[in-house]
Nanobody, 118 residues
């Protein structure tokens, strides 16, 4: 089992920056990737970014150029640096992890609220 704990959410103004962190614990040695999803009010959960073993990253087009994902393997931690935040970025942000061989993200954090005021 893997446990994921997010931190760093909060209330900010449009244009501000915020960094989310997610620490993994437990059976972390066979994690293939760690990433972030978000779910805004009245919206479906959507992919934001992922960081794979080996260093490659993928960022959703909706946040590309504003959000950056990074991963510290030694600390089993993934970060989401968010800049130029917009009210439409308001959402609960979830950390997720996928093991080698799993067909989909199979571990999820509890989520952290990010609210961007205009």
């Amino acid at each position: 089992q893997v446990q994921l704990v997010e931190s760093g959410g909060g209330l900010v103004q449009a244009g501000d920056s915020l960094r989310l962190s997610c620490v993994a614990s437990g059976r972390t040695f066979d994690l293939y990737a760690m990433g972030w999803f978000r779910q805004g009010p009245g919206k479906e959960k959507e992919f934001v970014a992922t960081a794979r073993n080996g260093g490659s990253t993928i960022v959703a087009d909706s946040v590309k150029g504003r959000f950056t994902i990074s991963r510290d393997g030694a600390k089993d931690t993934v970060y989401l640096q968010m800049t130029s935040l917009k009210p439409e970025d308001t959402a609960v942000y979830y950390c997720a992890a996928i093991q080698y061989g799993a067909g989909a993200y199979n571990y999820w954090g509890q989520g952290t609220q990010v609210t961007v005021s205009s």
